[in-house]
């Protein structure tokens, strides 16, 4: 089944995740120390597969529009909502965390606080959240990742990296380049003060997001967060217990093998003719324990 993947200005039709690619996913995702040019090849090939569109499509979208991209595969693969523990001094509390809210919460980063016009005299300045591809090209003044164009007068500079955006800024006018690091430790500051769990009533905790790989990174994780292990442990009961071959299982969508999954645990338990798997083995996703140092 397909559903309409909304970019930053256009509309494409996406497939549903398939289980083959969503055990690529949580390999590309696993560890602590992820390749960043590996897990951004992978996105814009499983997108690219899933739509048919260039995977250069999706490694030039901004990175909020990447991570909307990522939440709205989600939203339509698996379903909307996750649970995230609290973690309190005086005990853990879940939470119910709705996938759509925080899609309309990191759009709205990109609308209202990042994306922007400075005109100064004739010159021009487009601001705007980097690409993957942007961010991949370490660069040490930091709002170098955010300039998407440069006009002076009729001239128009779309830099491709990093290092072009450098040379630009270096034969703009002081005032224009100060007003391009006032936008952004303004933007900055926002974003680190917004807190995404503001809608539920939770101030003594914060989730956020800022435009970078670590982030983007820690937010994949959270919404697909089915261990690596117990994946492999669901596909062997499955093969095992329910006569389903491997291959078949991993050409089915993910919806489909959490719901092979939880039929089968559910009807072992009420024949009780054989020992149910563990808890652990047969769970449709782990429940995160959230962590306040996300990175911000």
């Known amino acids: 089944m397909k559903f309409g993947l909304k970019l930053h200005d256009q509309t494409i039709f996406c497939k549903e995740l398939p289980v083959y690619l969503y055990k690529d996913l949580l390999k590309n995702i696993y560890g602590d120390e992820v390749d960043v040019n590996l897990f951004m090849n992978f996105v814009g090939e499983m997108f690219s597969s899933l739509t048919d569109a260039s995977p250069s499509l999706f490694n030039e979208l901004s990175i909020i529009n990447l991570l909307s991209s990522i939440l709205q595969l989600r939203i339509?693969?698996?379903?909307?909502?996750?649970?995230?523990?609290?973690?309190?001094?005086?005990?853990?509390t879940s939470l119910e965390l709705r996938l759509d809210w925080v899609n309309e919460d990191i759009i709205s980063l990109e609308k209202d606080l990042i994306r922007k016009q400075l005109t100064i005299g004739q010159v021009e300045v487009q601001i705007e959240s980097p690409s993957i591809q942007r961010l991949t090209e370490k660069v040490d003044e930091e709002y170098l990742y955010f300039i998407k164009s440069v006009k002076v007068g009729n001239n128009i500079i779309v830099p491709k990296t990093n290092q072009e955006a450098k040379q630009v800024v270096e034969m703009l006018p002081v005032k224009v380049l100060k007003a391009i690091v006032d936008h952004f430790e303004d933007f900055v500051t926002k974003i680190r003060n917004t807190n995404l769990l503001s809608r539920y009533g939770v101030e003594d905790q914060a989730l956020g997001f800022i435009p970078s790989f670590d982030s983007l990174?820690?937010?994949?994780?959270?919404?697909?967060?089915?261990?690596?292990?117990?994946?492999?442990?669901?596909?062997?009961?499955?093969s095992k217990l329910a006569n389903m071959s491997p291959s078949y299982i991993e050409s089915c969508t993910v919806g489909e093998y959490f719901l092979f999954t939880g039929t089968l645990q559910a009807t072992l338990a009420q024949e009780n003719s054989v020992s149910?798997?563990?808890?652990?083995?047969?769970?449709?996703?782990?429940?995160n324990d959230f962590n306040v140092d996300n990175p911000l």
């Open 76 to 92: 339509n693969s698996v379903g909307d909502r996750i649970q995230i523990n609290l973690n309190r001094e005086e005990a853990k």
């Open 217 to 238: 990174l820690w937010f994949t994780k959270l919404i697909f967060n089915e261990p690596l292990n117990v994946f492999y442990d669901n596909i062997f009961y499955l």
């Open 276 to 287: 149910a798997p563990s808890e652990d083995i047969f769970h449709r996703e782990a429940v």
